[in-house]
């Protein structure tokens, strides 16, 4: 068994809006198989994407559905969780040990290398790195120049040789074989992955010293926490999860206790039935007063007017009167009024109105005063009640307020008492449960430096066997890429082209094929077959040989520009050739045969839209999901609840 890295995805999950979709995986052979335009390619995005990929063309249905992406995955047998914004490719990444657990503090990653600075636990291509125990290493990007600029190897370089795109299985662009500088950087990765990068004994001794000081460092670290703690009378044996479950169960309860005293409220103030009747009484009759009293004060300023007017006229008739009788006499000059020595002119007889009718008007005059006197002394009799009514209202009003005091005081104050007394206990138990999760951010940090110095050690124990077999061994870099042009070799040979001339890994690490290079091909299949090649080849040398190459490879379309069935009258390697296909299959059959025959884990995830026979009913294939929009046996696409609106 070699000592190449092992990743294998269990699990991809899509959060959704509505719901969560999923796709499963098993170590071996996956296979993801259905009609044109489902969405499968975007599920090996997604994956690549939740590891730490750049970015990630979405869809409608993704775009209509989607929120996360969530990747389960076992690097070196240990499974960590990924989780990834879908639309928000600068959101830190959250990465989960073993399960998602909310009582967890998740590392939160950089998912961009300029962000590493700001995010707590670093970028997750150096981190992804380290937990597949892989050493930390510079590469040139121009290696031919002493004073070429140096990058720090990430996985996210990685992922390009596990990761067989659809646009470039066919591409001359496969690797940016088409851009000198990029294409000369992945060679340089390549080296790297190959352990046949230009670095000798001393740079395995200086990446081991490098190591060794960063896992010094975290011991200081974990020893410096440790000391805190202990100083802080820290108990350590403590379960603080049993713990924070404690005290939210208590919370719990003490919430519905709350929640009982302010719902029975109604319970302990019943007494308030009846007194709310008395004072809706006392205040209908208050209502009633307020509106009538103003109406009596009008009428009776109303009537007073009017019995001043009455009297005004009973004193001028009696005037009338007492002068008639006394000077009953017709005088043909003028005289003086005796009231007002105003010169009057004498009028005739008929003119003047009689003595009788006079006292006759005085009688009715009189009448109707004593009428008005009787309504308003009624008038004022009727205020006055009312006004002794409003008075007894009132204080029966108080009377009824006094005794809802006593009563409120007396049966309320013991519930507000418990209440506040509940409330305090609350605040209480917050206090120590964020005392408690406080604790527990230090436990969790001391678990994550811990986990750093297993990484770490496995990094260090990695480097020592490279060491020791570099120092035993002193392979030569042209014995790896011997190896690697054998493998390549025989997986070109048994993909069914018929001119297999000119096969080669050269010694700068190109492909040749009929002696040309890979960009140079001018077949659309040859070039399909090639690129499928050369990602195998890595992918067996991983399972032969020591390598830092993952045992994970993902394929996208494979027929791509081959197809199932041949034209009956087309005879050339640009037309569909069934067996080609088939072969594509048989050397991945060919693969699951080496691993069981070495004893190496390994997955490879293939998207098609059709499935080989050699597919059909083997187990060595397993069907990880068919999608179909015309069998409604199978889902559309992993988004399988989206309505296409037209």
Avoid at 183 to 204: A, G, P, T
Avoid at 391 to 396: E, G, H, V
Wanted: net charge negative; hydrophobic share 35%; proline share 2%.
């Amino acid at each position: 068994m070699t000592n190449s890295p092992s990743i294998y995805i269990e699990k991809l999950t899509i959060i959704g809006t509505e719901k969560n979709y999923e796709i499963s995986f098993k170590k071996g052979i996956n296979i993801i198989w259905g009609d044109l335009d489902c969405g499968k390619s975007s599920i090996l995005n997604l994956i690549s994407y939740s590891l730490g990929a750049s970015s990630i063309d979405t869809y409608e249905q993704l775009e209509s559905k989607a929120r996360l992406c969530q990747l389960s995955v076992y690097l070196n047998d240990d499974k960590y969780i990924f989780e990834r914004d879908i639309f928000d490719s600068k959101q830190y990444i959250r990465c989960y040990k073993n399960e998602i657990n909310k009582n967890v503090t998740p590392r939160i990653l950089a998912a961009t290398l300029d962000q590493e600075n700001n995010a707590p636990d670093g970028y997750i291509s150096f981190f992804i790195l380290e937990l597949l125990g892989l050493p930390v290493t510079e590469i040139k990007i121009s290696p031919s120049k002493i004073d070429s600029t140096m990058n720090r190897i990430g996985f996210k370089d990685i992922l390009k040789f596990i990761h067989l795109k659809q646009k470039d299985i066919a591409s001359d662009s496969l690797l940016d074989m088409n851009n000198r500088s990029r294409y000369v950087k992945h060679k340089e990765v390549l080296k790297y992955l190959l352990n046949i990068h230009n670095e000798d004994i001393s740079r395995i001794n200086s990446e081991i010293s490098a190591n060794a000081s960063i896992e010094k460092n975290k011991k200081n670290q974990k020893a410096n926490v440790i000391s805190f703690l202990e100083a802080s009378d820290f108990d350590f044996s403590i379960n603080i999860e049993d713990e924070i479950n404690k005290w939210d169960v208590i919370l719990c309860d003490i919430d519905k206790e709350i929640d009982a005293l302010k719902n029975n409220h109604k319970n302990v103030l019943s007494f308030t039935d009846g007194l709310k009747n008395e004072v809706d009484e006392l205040s209908n009759s208050l209502n009633d007063i307020n509106q009538r009293k103003p109406r009596l004060i009008s009428d009776l300023d109303k009537y007073v007017k009017l019995k001043n007017t009455y009297n005004e006229e009973k004193k001028s008739l009696s005037t009338s009167i007492d002068i008639g009788s006394k000077f009953d006499i017709l005088q043909q000059e003028n005289v003086s009024c005796p009231l007002c020595s105003t010169r009057q002119v004498i009028e005739s007889r008929d003119s003047i109105i009689p003595l009788s009718v006079l006292k006759n008007e005085k009688k009715s005059v009189n009448r109707k005063l004593k009428s008005l006197n009787t309504i308003i002394d009624n008038i004022r009799c009727e205020i006055l009640a009312i006004e002794k009514e409003e008075d007894a209202t009132k204080i029966a009003l108080h009377e009824i307020q006094c005794k809802f005091n006593k009563k409120y005081s007396k049966e309320v104050s013991a519930l507000i008492e418990s209440i506040s007394f509940l409330e305090k206990e609350k605040v209480e138990i917050l206090s120590s449960k964020k005392l408690i999760s406080r604790d527990k951010k230090f436990l969790d940090r001391l678990n994550m430096i811990e986990d750093e110095l297993n990484n770490l050690s496995k990094i260090i124990d990695r480097l020592n066997g490279d060491l020791k077999k570099a120092e035993s061994n002193s392979q030569d870099p042209k014995d790896v890429i011997n190896n690697l042009n054998d493998i390549f070799v025989k997986i070109m040979e048994l993909s069914g082209l018929t001119d297999m001339n000119g096969l080669s890994v050269n010694g700068n690490l190109d492909y040749i094929v009929r002696n040309k290079d890979f960009v140079n091909l001018t077949s659309g299949g040859v070039r399909t077959i090639t690129s499928i090649a050369i990602y195998l080849s890595k992918l067996v040398y991983a399972m032969k040989y020591d390598s830092n190459m993952p045992t994970l490879f993902m394929l996208d379309t494979p027929g791509n520009n081959i197809g199932r069935n041949r034209k009956e009258n087309i005879l050339c390697e640009e037309a569909s050739d069934p067996t080609i296909y088939e072969n594509i299959y048989a050397r991945l059959e060919s693969v699951y045969n080496l691993a069981k025959k070495v004893g190496c884990d390994f997955q490879i995830i293939v998207v098609d839209n059709d499935l080989a026979n050699k597919a059909e009913g083997n187990s060595k294939f397993y069907i990880a999901k068919r999608f179909s929009k015309s069998d409604d046996d199978f889902d559309s696409g992993l988004i399988n609840d989206f309505i296409l609106k037209r």
